[in-house]
């Protein structure tokens, strides 16, 4: 529970900091830290508007995404202690929970009618599909070094394999993981979260028929989904043994090192041209097979 808790807490200042970094990196005053938890305040005061074109699937999306990322999040462990739900695969378990969500706010999209809609849903399924491979390929290699398939038994083993090449293999993988993270939440170089150009828009045009209370829940999914990650990250740098004292406090350092890389990514990183989108992903994949290869050469799974 420990772990949970201190992802919902990260979640609540996450994308407030990225804000802050990208403001500060540009020279401006702009929001605060907690202006992301006063929007949401103000739009779970509101009702929530339906289209008439719409049927209850539009309704139901929101919820379900969020009820999938709140799912997912019970299967991270935290330091020794095992995640509430613990079993073997339970990572592709964890990775098609999340596309049940996304799934929904997909077919949410395309039930509004709306023709920019279906091409935002469009664009978000065809790059989760493509970002896929790299994130089964990389969970796959940290089963391969580890010998065992579920996040629980898989980092709290990671440090104590007796791989020389543990240091290496966790820098290419938080590489990944931020990048993945980022394609998931439609963020730069695959998506701009700000645009208002609709023919250049994906996450943010799926949600265009959102509003109030809806989409308050589809921002919250965002912000947890962002921690999740983090909390993956987090996982992957720190070894399970440490003292709890210290791995919380490593824990809120990470995910606001997390947030802050986020924020200078996007303050530096020009978004890709739509075309230039496919190859970009599929070279993450690309990058985790490699690291893949290299984890069955040194562990004699082949010659």
């Known amino acids: 529970m420990t772990g949970i808790i201190l992802t919902i807490l990260t979640a609540l200042i996450f994308p407030g900091l990225i804000l802050r970094t990208k403001s500060i990196v540009s020279g401006r005053k702009g929001p605060g ?9 103000v739009l779970v005061q509101k009702d929530s508007v339906f289209s008439s074109t719409s049927s209850f699937i539009f309704q139901i999306a929101p919820t379900i995404g969020l009820a999938s990322i ?27 929970l999340l596309a049940i969500g996304k799934f929904f706010m ?31 390929i990389l969970l796959a290699t940290l089963a391969m070094l580890t010998g065992y398939t579920s996040f629980s038994d898989i980092f709290t083993s990671f440090y ?27 963020r730069f170089p695959v998506d701009d979260p700000k645009t208002h150009l609709e023919l250049t828009m994906i996450h943010e045009v799926m949600i265009l028929d959102n509003s109030g209370f ?10 947890l989904k962002f921690a999740v990650y983090g909390s993956i990250i987090y996982n992957l740098l720190v070894p399970a043994h440490w003292n709890i004292y210290l791995q919380t406090i490593l824990f809120f350092l990470i995910q606001i090192l997390f947030a802050v890389t986020i924020g200078l990514l996007e303050s530096f990183r020009a978004r890709n041209k739509m075309g230039k989108n496919p190859h970009f992903i ?3 994949t690309a990058i985790s097979f490699i690291a893949f290869v290299i984890i069955i050469i040194i562990t004699g799974k082949i010659a």
């Open 33 to 41: 830290v907690f202006q992301p938890i006063y929007d949401l305040k």
């Open 70 to 96: 709140i799912c997912a999040m019970l299967m991270i462990p935290f330091a020794e202690e095992h995640a509430f739900f613990d079993f073997n695969s339970d990572f592709v378990y964890f990775s098609y």
């Open 106 to 136: 997909i077919i949410s999209a395309l039930d509004t009618g709306s023709g920019f809609e279906g091409m935002g849903a469009n664009r978000e399924a065809l790059f989760s599909m493509l970002v896929e491979p790299a994130f089964f």
């Open 160 to 186: 104590v394999s007796q791989s020389d090449f543990v240091l290496i293999f966790s820098i290419i993988g938080v590489y990944l993981f931020i990048q993945i993270a980022m394609i998931e939440n439609s």
């Open 214 to 223: 809806d989409k308050a829940l589809i921002h919250i999914s965002s912000y």
């Open 282 to 284: 599929l070279t993450l």
